[in-house]
């Protein structure tokens, strides 16, 4: 298994300045505490498509499943699948959900056990280009969860991530349904924001409370120049706390072409850095409230050119 990537303490609610400062080490030997009563459901949602919600449950799913904790995740995007893909684990689905439903596996042999770590397992709705049964909702999809929650008594999963479809139609209905929190994922667009901002209003209705925002592709030049809404003008605008900043970094793509989370990264990219102290502060269920961010690939006359705004 890779070795324990482990931030400081002062990594979520701190500014920090210097480059160095934020890079985790593994000479750091804290490691967080769980907060809230395992398991815990969190849907990763967005409204718009393409924001980053499949590579956020990636990313945060493999920290935390370096970080020890048992982590299930479910790629409740049926139509578009493709958690597995950036986890690296295409090959190894034989089964999914719908084969547990129509009586031709059972559920664990529906889990596909992740290379990199053992703790971590991965679970499809269904086989690529087949539909989903149109019988499949809330109910069957809150009753599966309920499932892999009771699998393992010995060893129960800690954190079950659910990857949304984008949309707010019967997809979403579907895979919030069995969540006790979110993570609504959004670019610092208005398009994207506007979505956001309608989809967290379902996402009360429905009973989910505890939402927490993730601020995907952040260009620090363009936030700078005023041509982007910083991260903290997200927050505010959108009313929810801020569990992540993270910057725009071409590393995400090569990454996601590699079927290897960016947070694995060795040495680590900036974009990685971002998402594991979001895990961190998932984990301790912790938010920030001041951004300090780094231009991922535009480095200036002095180097890498950093950014910093202040919050409360
Ligand atoms: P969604 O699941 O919301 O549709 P994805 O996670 O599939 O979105 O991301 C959409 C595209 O954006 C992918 O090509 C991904 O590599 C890219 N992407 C996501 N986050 C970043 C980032 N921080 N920097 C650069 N590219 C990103
Ligand atoms: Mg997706």
């Known amino acids: 298994m890779p070795s324990l990537v482990l931030p400081t303490a002062s990594f979520s609610t701190k500014l920090s300045h210097r480059h ?3 890079i985790p080490s593994a000479s750091h030997s804290r490691r967080p505490h769980l907060a809230g009563d395992p398991p ?3 849907v990763i949602t967005s409204g718009k498509g393409g924001v980053g919600k499949t590579t956020a449950t990636a990313n945060l799913s493999a920290s935390l499943a370096r970080l020890g904790f048992r982590v299930t995740s479910i790629d409740a995007d049926a139509g578009l699948r493709n958690l597995d893909l950036l986890l690296g684990l295409e090959n190894r689905i034989h089964y999914t959900a719908s084969e547990v439903f129509s009586g031709e596996c059972r559920l664990d042999q529906a889990l596909v056990r992740d290379r990199r770590f053992n703790n971590l397992r991965l679970l499809c709705l269904s086989k690529p280009r087949s539909k989903l049964p149109l019988s499949f909702g809330s109910k069957t999809i809150t009753y599966l969860v309920d499932a892999l929650k009771t699998l393992e ?3 129960p999963v800690q954190f079950i991530l659910i990857d949304c479809p984008a949309g707010v139609d019967a997809g979403f209905v579907t895979a919030i349904a069995p969540a006790d929190e979110a993570i609504l994922v959004t670019t610092p667009d208005i398009t994207a924001l506007r979505d956001a901002d309608r989809v967290a209003g379902l996402l009360e209705c429905d009973g989910i409370k505890d939402i927490k925002i993730i601020v995907n592709r952040v260009r620090a030049d363009l936030v700078r ?5 910083s991260p903290l003008d997200v927050q505010e605008m959108l009313g929810l706390p801020l569990l992540g900043a993270i910057p725009e970094d071409a590393e995400v793509i ?4 590699r079927g290897s989370p960016l947070v694995l990264n060795d040495p680590p990219a900036p974009a990685g850095i971002a998402f594991e102290q979001a895990a961190w502060r998932l984990v301790e269920g912790d938010t920030m409230t001041a951004v300090a961010l780094e231009e991922a690939d535009r480095p200036s006359k002095k180097g890498f050119g950093w950014f910093s705004f202040f919050g409360r």
Not at 254 to 257: A, D, G, H, L, V
């Open 20 to 22: 160095h400062s934020t």
């Open 40 to 42: 815990r459901t969190v």
């Open 153 to 155: 008594p010995e060893n």
């Open 225 to 229: 120049g005023e041509d982007m809404m």
């Open 254 to 257: 090569r990454s996601t072409n």
